[in-house]
């Protein structure tokens, strides 16, 4: 009905038709739609009549307004209407505004009989409210209203002018779902009749998270600049008592998938499993509100003390000593050298996880003549590095490259067991930056007990 009368208008208004004329194609195609409506609501009632009239709903706009506002309103944009009376027609080519013009009627016709309809429920007492039914494929922003019961006096909905949702009548929710009229968003989601959703949110739902939630996350869409970056964000979510920002008091910003997706193809070569877990972080799949460790299995990680055994209490000083000795001492071979100069257990554990990545390390002696010292020499990439292994915590990671700078120009932080956030790398990013006098050449991030390596991408420019 709603797509036969906006054809019928548009092409009247394309003709150069009278406007009396079309105004009362479409006045008529409203009452059309709303009788259909009323009629409709019969069929599920207990009563074969009705009180309400659908020429009310006839020749006026969802707002109250009259029908050929909203026509001269989208014609205006194009072609100035006249300040006198509206002559008709005032434009030589319909052709730039006639799509506009056909949303606009079909919209409003189907405002017609959805205003109808629930004038109907309304004065019906046998239903306590309504269901808003899909007409699948439908819109992202139906799918999460749709299947809910709304209370008979709750407005309907809708965004003009593609809404084909209607309301359906019902006095109980479980009357409603043993009906088979609940339309689960999963469902639609895998039957592709999702019509709007956009690849990056497509991929998210794709890859476990909430569908409810990637959708919503379209409400409060803003971009913010940070770390040198423009990133999408939403507000959605994001208020004190939410249990994301519950669980993220520090984090900024929530991003939306499109700038999660982004970070893993800039950073993570497309890893699918990096992109689930910063799905979980930003509080897109359920369950992991909070940053989730990489899923391994416990037969994956390795032993942290690697056969040696708990290290002793650190207030006996000879026992500790010999301890990490012991686990230097293992060390020594093909993938290091320098097992003699390491002492602090940080630096055995930092080396322990980098040979167990596959990297070639030197231990660099203390030499006096030279001043200050890098740590070893990276085999793999034939430089000298400094290891820092300080708490993930942006100012005390610079002030401990600043002290060192110059002459070392290449570091790698060990930050343990700890994940790198996104919020620290941007950071570390921006290093050089914010840092002219103490810049530096490389920068890595050893994290998550040697699971993850992280280059950090540095910039040298805004």
């Given amino acids: 009905m709603a797509a036969a009368g906006s054809v019928a208008v548009a092409g009247m208004i394309a003709q150069g038709l009278p406007w ?13 739609a709303a009788t259909r409506a009323i009629e409709a609501l019969l069929g599920w009632s207990a009563t074969s009549t009705s009180t309400i009239d659908p020429r009310a709903f006839a020749g006026v706009t969802s707002l109250g307004y009259a029908i050929s506002e909203p026509l001269i309103a989208t014609i205006d944009r194009y072609v100035p209407a006249p300040a006198e009376a509206i002559p008709a027609p005032w434009w030589d080519d319909a052709s730039p505004f006639l799509a506009n013009v056909a949303r606009v009627v079909e919209g409003e016709i189907k ?10 429920i309304t004065v019906d007492e046998h239903w306590g409210g309504y269901v808003r039914m899909l007409v699948p494929p ?9 299947g809910r019961v709304y209370r008979w006096n709750s407005g309907f909905s809708r965004h003009p002018p593609t809404c084909d949702c209607i309301h359906v009548p019902v006095a109980q929710q479980r009357e409603f779902e043993a009906d088979g009229f609940i339309a689960d968003p999963m469902e639609l989601f895998e039957a592709g009749q999702i019509r709007d959703l956009t690849a990056a949110e497509y991929a998210a739902i794709d890859d476990g998270a ?3 939630e990637v959708i919503n996350a379209n409400s409060g869409m803003f971009t913010a600049d940070m770390f040198g970056r423009r990133l999408k964000a939403t507000r959605y979510g994001t208020t004190k008592r939410s249990a994301w920002r519950k669980a993220n008091p520090s984090r900024p910003i929530r991003l939306r998938p499109e700038t999660i997706y982004d970070i893993v193809d800039r950073e993570y070569d497309g890893d699918r499993n990096e992109a689930r877990r910063l799905l979980g972080v930003y509080g897109y799949i359920k369950g992991d509100a909070r940053a989730p460790e990489r899923t391994a299995s416990e037969s994956d990680l390795p032993d942290p003390n690697r056969g040696f055994g708990l290290p002793p209490d650190n207030r006996d000083k000879d026992a500790s000593r010999a301890y990490w000795q012991r686990r230097a001492s293992a060390l020594e071979g093909g993938a290091f050298v320098g097992a003699d100069l390491i002492r602090e257990p940080q630096e055995v554990r930092f080396v322990e996880r980098m040979i ?13 003549r030279r001043g200050k010292t890098n740590d070893f020499v990276w085999n793999d990439f034939g430089i000298e590095v400094e290891l820092k292994t300080n708490k993930p915590r942006y100012r005390t990671i610079a002030h401990a490259i600043r002290s060192d700078v ?7 932080l060990d930050l343990e067991e700890v994940s790198l ?3 620290l790398r941007w950071q570390l990013e921006k290093y050089n930056l914010r840092n002219p006098e103490s810049r530096i050449e490389r920068l890595w991030v050893l994290s998550e007990n040697g699971r993850a390596l992280t280059e950090i991408r540095l910039r040298n420019d805004e």
Avoid: M
């Fill in 356 to 368: 167990e990545r596959g990297h070639s390390l030197d231990w660099l002696p203390a030499n006096p």
């Fill in 210 to 212: 909430d569908i409810v």
């Fill in 111 to 120: 405002d017609a009989a959805r205003s109808a309809a629930g004038a109907a």
């Fill in 20 to 32: 009396a004329q079309v105004l009362q194609t479409f006045a008529a195609y409203q009452l059309a």
């Fill in 421 to 423: 956030t996104d919020t």
């Fill in 138 to 146: 439908s819109c992202k922003r139906c799918v999460v209203l749709a």
């Fill in 406 to 412: 110059p002459p070392k120009r290449n570091f790698i």
